[in-house]
T-cell receptor, first 110, second 116 residues
Framework: DAKTTQPNSMESNEEEPVHLPCNHSTISGTDYIHWYRQLPSQGPEYVIHGLTSNVNNRMASLAIAEDRKSSTLILHRATLRDAAVYYCILRSGSARQLTFGSGTQLTVLP | GAVVSQHPSRVICKSGTSVKIECRSLDFQATTMFWYRQFPKQSLMLMATSNEGSKATYEQGVEKDKFLINHASLTLSTLTVTSAHPEDSSFYIC????????????FGSGTRLTVV
């Protein structure tokens, strides 16, 4: 599986935008970029995913670099409830499972 | 949206006993479900892939005789931890996807197992 690299932790102020980076330099053409987040003592929650084009949904935006070697999850206005571990995962077209890395612990400051 | 229900959310059992954890897809059929284990301060580790109507596929290092997986229907997979020991205490999470690569995955809320 292609690997992803994320910062261990990030901080943000409440009501400000947050940009969570992810590097995936060995991504292949069929790899989808998935983002999940996990709150303490809960299962992960799907946030967004994309292949080549930028994606928007009610939770976040996903900006994918033109060469696809990196991506950024954008939370437009962070709230205290957004404090979680955010995982960037590549899912190949042939693989069925998700392989989790260490993720980024996002702290939102009031 | 796709919902996966996992029960129980928390269980305490004595060493040597067995515990069954259920994972149900409520509004979609899941021919494949995934079981993860998460120790404190660590990431999720895939334990096994549960396949409806056939044997589960276990990751390297996971004892298939200890972690029994049954996927008897398109909406239910169970994980039974047999002869549990304190080192099996962990957070167990199941997951499924309603479709192909164009869909995200849905996770259960997790089961906190404590073996005393």
């Amino acid at each position: 599986d292609a690997k992803t690299t994320q910062p261990n932790s990030m901080e943000s102020n409440e009501e400000e935008p947050v940009h969570l980076p992810c590097n995936h330099s060995t991504i292949s053409g069929t790899d989808y970029i998935h983002w999940y987040r996990q709150l303490p003592s809960q299962g992960p929650e799907y946030v967004i995913h994309g292949l080549t084009s930028n994606v928007n949904n009610r939770m976040a935006s996903l900006a994918i670099a033109e060469d696809r070697k990196s991506s950024t999850l954008i939370l437009h206005r962070a709230t205290l409830r957004d404090a979680a571990v955010y995982y960037c995962i590549l899912r190949s077209g042939s693989a069925r499972q998700l392989t989790f890395g260490s993720g980024t612990q996002l702290t939102v400051l009031p | 949206g796709a919902v996966v229900s996992q029960h129980p959310s928390r269980v305490i059992c004595k060493s040597g006993t067995s515990v069954k954890i259920e994972c149900r897809s409520l509004d979609f059929q899941a021919t494949t479900m995934f079981w993860y284990r998460q120790f404190p301060k660590q990431s999720l580790m895939l334990m096994a892939t549960s396949n409806e109507g056939s044997k589960a596929t276990y990751e390297q290092g996971v004892e298939k005789d200890k972690f029994l997986i049954n996927h008897a229907s398109l909406t239910l997979s169970t994980l039974t931890v047999t002869s549990a020991h304190p080192e099996d205490s962990s957070f167990y999470i199941c997951s499924a996807s309603p479709g192909s690569t164009n869909y995200g995955y849905t996770f259960g809320s997790g089961t906190r197992l404590t073996v005393v």
